[in-house]
């Protein structure tokens, strides 16, 4: 079982920057892939970033060129930078491991492992 924990959400001002980390316990998440989702309040959950086990990244495209999602695996940690923040980037940000195939990595159902989530807010 992977365990996963987010750090590093808080409230920020429009344009700042925010780093969120993810650490994992447990077993290990070298030969998985991990991902960013994003939920805000009365949506459903959505892609934000994934970073496949052999090292490609793929984004949403309305966080393409402002976030990116990194890792350290000698920290067992993923990590979602993010850049040029704005009001509706709002919302819980959540880890998740596992091993989708690439036409699934946009789908939340297709990720076996989830942090319990952290909030980001952006104000205006």
């Known amino acids: 079982q992977v365990l996963l924990v987010e750090s590093g959400g808080g409230v920020v001002h429009s344009g700042d920057s925010l780093r969120l980390s993810c650490a994992a316990s447990?077993?290990?998440?070298?030969?998985?892939?991990t991902a960013w989702f994003r939920q805000a309040p009365g949506k459903e959950r959505e892609f934000v970033a994934a970073?496949?086990?052999?090292?490609?990244?793929h984004y949403a495209n309305s966080v393409k060129g402002r976030f990116i999602i990194s890792r350290d695996n000698t920290k067992d940690s993923v990590y979602l930078q993010m850049n040029s923040l704005q009001p509706d980037d709002t919302a819980v940000y959540y880890c998740?491991?596992?091993?989708?195939?690439?036409?699934?990595?946009?789908?939340?159902?297709?990720?076996?492992?989830w942090g319990q989530g952290i909030q980001v807010t952006v104000s205006s």
């Open positions: 998740a491991a596992g091993q989708p195939i690439s036409s699934t990595l946009n789908n939340p159902h297709y990720w076996s492992h």
């Open positions: 447990g077993r290990t998440l070298n030969s998985r892939s």
């Open positions: 970073l496949r086990s052999g090292g490609t990244t």
